[in-house]
């Protein structure tokens, strides 16, 4: 089922993907589907999420996966196919600029204010082309983006609001598009430039290994993905995050077999398999490795700890203890009134 949500008073009267560039218009999107397929086609600047499961994007050889825990952005007119295939229904919501709003939204904040007077459709001078990848949730952009889709959950959005508020989140966007330049400069290349297409590069690779949960990736294919030949993308690679494509390609495989073996029922054997290891002895030597228990060990330490928690939390408390417990109120009242000024240091920090 598919909603839409628009920023700005407008009437949809063309028959294409109402996620083309064509539309002129900002909006909202959520679509809920567990099995669902959109062919390559071209799309305005916008932000995906996904939420009670994943979405995958097929993007120029590249691909992404979005979750739970993540946001992806894509440009104006950049092409790209889609899908989610699922045991369970999965919600892609995703927030969607006209053209030339983000030009708009910089020109507001780069412009002097006597420019803006005489000339309040202002445009800036160049076009805001952001990093396209998977971003993890942060401070600045999700606040923006979760309260944009509650809303839409309960039906409570207005055209007035949400076009406020694409304001703000393209605003916020820009902020965190600028503070990624933190980290293109620990690249070791001489020209900023150069400095900002590997970075591009090496993320679309790091975005590629994210999605492929379920095989191994060979180091000429993940550099292909990044157009780049595999020492100089192995050596790149490893200067921006710290560890090479193959170490963060297993680590992050094992980190997945560990959330699947305490939140499903899956056998061992077939998470093992799923995620690409080559036999289960060398997953649970890997994951041993890492996690120092065995997967089986690990779930069943998991579900202990579990079960042990459930009880603490079930436990009616004691006659001895719901006896004590006025005598313990109380001491911590008095104690309360007598250092009063306590309270004085926390309304001075609030303030």
């Not at 006597?114 to 309040?120: E, F, G, H, M, T």
């Not at 916020?172 to 290349?189: D, F, G, S, T």
Request: charged content about 20%.
């Amino acid at each position: 089922m598919l909603k839409l949500h628009f920023a700005e008073k407008c009437s949809l009267s063309y028959n294409g993907c109402p996620m083309s560039s064509a539309v002129q218009y900002s909006f909202v999107s959520q679509l809920t589907s567990s099995n669902v397929t959109f062919a390559e086609h071209d799309g305005p600047l916008g932000i995906k999420c996904c939420f009670q499961g994943e979405e995958i994007y097929e993007v120029e050889g590249g691909r992404f996966a979005v979750d739970n825990s993540s946001y992806l952005v894509l440009n104006q007119g950049q092409r790209y196919a889609s899908s989610i295939h699922s045991r369970e229904t999965v919600e892609s919501f995703c927030c969607w600029f006209r053209p030339t709003f983000a030009e708009q939204v910089l020109g507001s904040l780069c412009t002097p204010e006597d420019r803006l007077l005489a000339d309040p459709a202002l445009l800036s001078k160049q076009p805001v082309l952001f990093v396209e990848r998977v971003y993890p949730h942060d401070a600045l952009v999700s606040p923006l983006l979760l309260r944009i889709h509650k809303a839409a959950q309960h039906g409570t959005i207005s055209q007035p609001w949400l076009e406020e508020q694409f304001h703000l989140l393209l605003q916020r966007l820009l902020q965190a598009h600028r503070n990624i330049y933190r980290e293109v400069e620990r690249l070791p290349a001489i020209r900023q430039a150069t400095r900002l297409e590997l970075y591009r590069r090496l993320h679309r690779a790091k975005d590629y290994l994210d999605a492929s949960w379920e095989t191994p990736v060979t180091l000429a294919e993940v550099a292909n993905v990044a157009s780049l030949s595999p020492h100089h993308f192995l050596r790149q690679f490893r200067a921006l995050f710290h560890e090479t494509p193959h170490q963060y390609h297993r680590r992050k495989r094992l980190g997945r077999a560990r959330h699947l073996l305490v939140t499903t029922e899956q056998p061992v054997t077939e998470i093992c398999f799923s995620l690409g290891f080559e036999s289960l002895g060398s997953f649970s030597w890997l994951f041993h490795q890492y996690f120092g228990l065995s997967p089986r060990q690990y779930r069943a330490e998991h579900a202990r700890h579990a079960r042990i928690l459930k009880l603490a939390v079930e436990e009616p408390i004691g006659a001895s203890e719901a006896n004590a417990a006025p005598h313990a109120d109380a001491s911590a009242d008095s104690g309360a009134r007598g250092d009063s000024n306590c309270y004085e240091d926390v309304g001075k920090i609030g303030a």
